[in-house]
């Protein structure tokens, strides 16, 4: 049974910075693709970053530069470091696993959210 548990939202000013955690189980860790997704209320669930296997990684253009996702093999977790955040990141995030193909087609395991709110 795959498990995806995420941790480590919040609510931070803005310019703050958050680190999303997703803990897997259940699952070859090592050779799954991680994705972080986010869904704001009222709106659909977007992309924010990938990571492949092998450590390739695409980012949402709304969050490059500012956001930086990571993978722990041994650990068998992923992170998504938030820096600089802005009201507009505010949102669900959704961890994301399976082959590269299904996390950026959205058909991969999901996680069940953790919610970052960024004051103004």
């Known amino acids: 049974q795959v498990q995806l548990v995420e941790s480590g939202g919040g609510l931070v000013q803005t310019g703050g910075s958050l680190r999303l955690s997703c803990a897997a189980s259940?699952?070859?860790?090592?050779?799954?693709?991680i994705g972080w997704f986010r869904q704001a209320p009222g709106q659909q669930r977007e992309l924010v970053a990938v990571?492949?296997?092998?450590?390739?990684?695409i980012y949402a253009d709304s969050v490059k530069a500012r956001f930086t996702i990571s993978r722990d093999n041994a650990e068998k977790s992923a992170h998504l470091q938030m820096n600089s955040l802005k009201p507009e990141d505010t949102a669900v995030y959704y961890c994301?696993?399976?082959?590269?193909?299904?996390?950026?087609?959205?058909?991969?395991?999901w996680g069940q959210g953790t919610q970052v709110t960024v004051s103004s």
């Open positions: 994301a696993a399976g082959s590269w193909t299904e996390v950026v087609g959205r058909r991969g395991f």
């Open positions: 259940g699952i070859t860790f090592s050779v799954a693709a």
């Open positions: 990571i492949g296997n092998r450590g390739s990684t």
